[in-house]
C-alpha cells in the first residue's frame, strides 16, 4: 500500500487533490477548536462530567470534540445527514420528488438545492434551541437577545460552511466529502478514548495485567472492525439470465449477469434513527433544564440511555435495549423498503428479457426476491445490532466511556473503503496499481 501512495504522489493531479483534502481537513479541526464568542466554555465539559446523557456523548463524538466546547463547528454535518435522510424519504410521500430524483442530473441539482435548504433550516432550529435550552442555564456569559443571536449565527453559518467545505471535497479533492468530514472528527475523538480505556482498565494495575488488558482490549476492538468490514462487503448475488433475441440480422443477448443484494443494505441509518428516537425525550428534558427527572419518568429516561445498559447497579435500565434492538431491525427493513423496490427490480428484468433461473418472471419474481430481502436483511440487522451493542456492554459493564461505537467504527470503515476505491479509480487510469489490488 505504501508502493502504491508514493505513486498517487507522483501523480501531479492526484497530489494536488490529496494536498487540498489535507488542508481542509485542517480548517475543520481548527474551526472545531474555536469557541462561538459570549459562551462559557467549560458549561457542557461540567454538564458531560455530571450527566451520562449518551445523545449528546454521541453528538460530541461525531464533531470531534467541537460540541463539548461548543465551537463555531459543533453542529458539524450533523444537520445535513438529517437533512439528507429527511428529503430521501419525503421522495416516497411526494411524488413530485420522486419525479425529480429521476430526472436525471437536473434533477439531481434540484435535489441537492433542496437538501441545502433543509440543512440551513434544520441548523437554524437546532442553533435556536441550544442558544435558549442551555443559555438559561449557564452557557451564555451574559443571557440577552445579543448573546443568543450570536451564537444562533455562528452556529447556523459553521454548519453551513461545513456542508460547503464537503462540497469542496467532492469537486477538487478525491470525492465523498460530506463523509470525509465526518470521519475526521471521529477519528480526532480516538486518542481521547484511548487515554479512557487506559485509565479504566490498565492503570493502577501490574504489568502482567496491564499487558493482558490492552491484549482483550486490542482483541476486542480488531474482532469489531472486522465483523464490519465482514458485514459492509458482504453482499448476495442473485443470478440473472437475459434471452437471446434477433434484431435485424444478428442473435443479441443471451449473456449472464447479477443483482448484488448487500448484507447492510441500510448501512449506519437503522442505528442513527434507532439513537436518535431512543434519546430524543432525554434532549428535550435537558432543554427545559429537567435532566433530572425522578419517578416512573425518570426511570424511563434511564432506560432510554445506552449509558446504563449493562449496567450491575441498575439492571432495570437495560429493558431499554430491547426497545433498541426493535428499532434497529425495524429501520433496516423500512430503509430497504424504501431503496430497493423489488417490484421494479422484477419488471424491469422482464422488459429486458432477463429472468432468474428456475424463477418464472413476473410475481413469481417479485416474491422471490421480496422473500430473499427479508432474509438479508434480518441477517444484516443481526449483525449490526451486535456491532453497536458491543461498546455498549464495556461502557455499561465495566464504565470504560468511550465515545466511538460501533456506528462510527461502520463509518471509519465504509469512508476509508470508499476513499481508497476513489484514489485507485484515479490511479488506474494512468495505469497504476490500486490500494485494493497489492
Do not use: C
Not at 86 to 96: D, F, N, S
Not at 127 to 141: E, H, I, K, P, Y
Not at 182 to 190: A, D, F, H
Request: zero cysteines; glycine letters at 10%; a positive charge.
Amino acid at each position: 500500500m505504501f508502493k502504491t501512495f508514493m505513486n498517487a504522489i507522483k501523480v501531479k493531479d492526484i497530489r494536488r487533490r490529496l494536498f487540498y483534502v489535507l488542508i481542509m481537513l485542517g480548517v475543520i479541526r481548527l474551526g472545531s477548536q474555536m469557541p462561538v464568542p459570549g459562551v462559557n466554555t467549560d458549561f457542557f465539559a461540567n454538564y458531560f462530567s455530571g450527566n451520562t446523557n449518551d445523545a449528546f456523548s454521541f453528538l460530541n463524538a461525531f464533531t470531534g470534540g467541537g460540541f463539548e466546547k461548543l465551537s463555531i463547528f459543533a453542529l458539524s454535518i450533523t444537520p445535513y445527514i438529517t437533512s439528507s435522510i429527511i428529503v430521501q424519504l419525503l421522495t416516497i410521500a411526494i411524488p413530485k420528488l420522486e419525479e425529480m430524483q429521476r430526472d436525471g442530473e437536473e434533477g439531481r441539482k434540484k435535489m441537492t438545492a433542496i437538501t441545502r435548504y433543509v440543512t440551513v433550516g434544520l441548523a437554524l432550529f437546532e442553533s435556536v434551541a441550544m442558544a435558549v435550552g442551555f443559555g438559561r442555564q449557564g452557557l451564555l456569559t451574559t443571557y440577552n437577545a445579543v448573546s443568543v443571536i450570536i451564537v444562533v449565527v455562528a452556529l447556523t453559518a459553521g454548519s453551513a460552511f461545513l456542508m460547503w467545505v464537503g462540497e469542496q471535497i467532492n469537486d477538487k479533492g478525491i470525492g465523498n466529502g460530506i463523509s470525509i468530514v465526518l470521519l475526521i472528527n471521529i477519528l480526532s475523538r480516538i486518542p481521547q478514548d484511548m487515554i479512557s480505556l487506559y485509565e479504566t482498565f490498565v492503570k493502577g494495575k501490574t504489568i502482567a495485567r496491564g499487558a493482558l488488558m490492552w491484549i482483550i482490549i486490542a482483541a476486542v476492538i480488531i474482532a469489531v472492525v472486522v465483523l464490519v468490514l465482514i458485514l459492509n462487503g458482504a453482499e448476495r448475488r442473485i443470478p440473472v439470465q437475459y434471452s437471446k433475441k434477433m434484431a435485424g440480422r444478428k442473435m443479441i443477448g443471451g449473456q449472464s449477469s447479477h443483482i448484488p443484494l448487500k448484507v447492510n443494505t441500510a448501512g449506519v441509518i437503522p442505528i442513527i434513527f434507532a439513537s436518535s428516537i431512543m434519546s430524543f425525550p432525554s434532549i428535550i428534558m435537558s432543554f427545559i433544564g429537567k435532566s433530572d427527572v425522578k419517578g416512573v419518568g425518570g426511570t424511563i429516561i434511564k432506560m432510554l440511555n445506552s449509558n446504563n445498559w449493562f449496567d450491575r447497579t441498575q439492571p432495570i435500565s437495560s429493558i431499554g435495549l430491547i426497545l433498541y434492538i426493535v428499532l434497529v431491525i425495524f429501520f433496516a427493513y423500512f430503509y430497504t423498503s424504501i431503496t430497493f423496490n423489488p417490484l421494479e427490480v422484477a419488471d424491469n428484468m422482464r422488459k429486458q428479457g432477463g429472468f432468474i433461473p428456475g424463477i418464472r418472471p413476473g410475481k413469481a419474481t417479485t416474491d422471490y426476491l421480496n422473500g430473499l430481502l427479508n432474509y438479508i436483511i434480518f441477517i444484516g440487522a443481526a449483525g449490526l445490532t451486535i456491532v453497536a451493542i458491543i461498546p455498549f456492554f464495556f461502557n455499561g459493564f465495566f464504565n470504560a466511556n468511550v465515545s466511538f461505537g460501533g456506528t462510527s467504527l461502520i463509518i471509519i470503515a465504509s469512508v476509508i473503503l470508499e476513499t481508497l476505491k476513489q484514489v485507485e479509480s484515479m490511479m488506474l487510469v494512468r495505469n497504476y496499481k490500486g490500494f485494493l489490488n497489492d
